[in-house]
C-alpha cells in the first residue's frame, strides 16, 4: 500500500494529512504556525509535530510514506529554501520536495495544469503558472514591499479607522463599539492610550470584525473594497507577466479571509479588476483544504495519475465548509 503526505504550513496553523492511492484520509495532525520567516525554530517544531501527530494517527511509520510534499508560507525565495531543505531533511520525510504554500493552493482548487491563485491568510500572496509551465509570483513580502492585506493589514485598518473616527478625521463607524468591545476598552482614549504607551499590535483576529459589521457600515466596505482590488492588481500582474490574457483558466481564491469570510465584500472588486487583464478568467473559490493540493503533488511525483474518484474523496473529506461557489467573469 502506497500513502502520501501532504503539509500545509500556513501563517497561523500547520495541517498534515496523509492519504493512500485512492484519497483516503487515513492520518491527520495540526499545530501552530508553520512560517519560518516568523521563528525558524517555532515553525520546525510545529511541523515536525504536525507531521508525527499524522503518522501517530495513521499507525505509520516515516519510512512507509511513498512521497511528501510540504507546502509552506514564506518558501518565496532562495534565501528561503537555504533554511528551510536542512529543516525539512532533518524530519526524515524522503522523497520530499518543498514549495509556496500558493503552489498547493492552486494545486486544490483546479484541475487544469495551469492557471493563478490569490492566498488572503494572514497576509496576501499571488502564483500563476502558464501552459508553457512558466512559473511567477508577485507579493508575500508585506506592506513595505507591496502588499496589502490579509488578516495583519485588515486588523490595523480597522484599528485606525477608529481611532481615525473619534480624532475627526474619519467619519463615524461601527467599527468603533465592536473593535473597543474585543479588545476591552471603555473609549477610544483609553485603548489609544494604552496601545501606544505599551507598544501593543493590533491582534489578527480583528480582522473579522470589519466582516461582521460591513452590512452597516461604509467604513469597513471601503476596507474590504480595496482589498479586493488589491487582490485583484496582484492577479493581474500574474497574468499579464506569464502572458496569460487570452487563455482560459481559473483564478483559485484561497485563505481563510476569503473561503471562511463573507467574501461578497471582496470577490466582487476580484473580479472586476481581473477580467479587464484576462476575460476568460473564472474565479474558483476553493473548497477544500490546500494540503488536499500537497497530496495531489505527491501523488503526481510519485508516478500516479490522479483519477477522478480520488479528486471527489479529497473534496468529501478534506471540506473547508465554506460556500461551494463559483464567480465567472463576464
Known sequence: MNYYLGVDGGGSKTLAVISDAAGRIVGRGTSGCGNHQTGAARAEINIREAVEEALLHAGLR????TYSVFGLAGADREADFKILRPMIAGMGMEPHSIVCDTVIGLRAGTRQSYGAVVICGTGTNCYGINRSGQELQVGGFGYTFGDFGGGSDLAVEAFRSVIRAWEGRGRPTRLAQAVLGKLGYASEEAMFHYYLDHGLRVPHDVAKLIFEVAAEDETARNILQKQGKELGLAASAVIRRLGMQQDTFDLVLA???????????????????VSLAAPGCTLQ???????AGALLMAMEKSGIQVEEAVYEQLQHTLSVKAANAVWQND
Not at 62 to 65: D, G, N, R, T
Not at 255 to 273: F, H, K, Q, W
Request: hydrophobic content about 35%.
Open 62 to 65: 516515516k519510512e512507509q510514506v
Open 285 to 291: 473559490m476553493l473548497t477544500q483544504e490546500p494540503a
Open 255 to 273: 485563505g481563510s479571509i476569503l473561503t471562511r469570510g463573507e467574501s461578497r465584500y471582496v470577490v466582487p472588486y476580484i473580479a472586476e479588476t
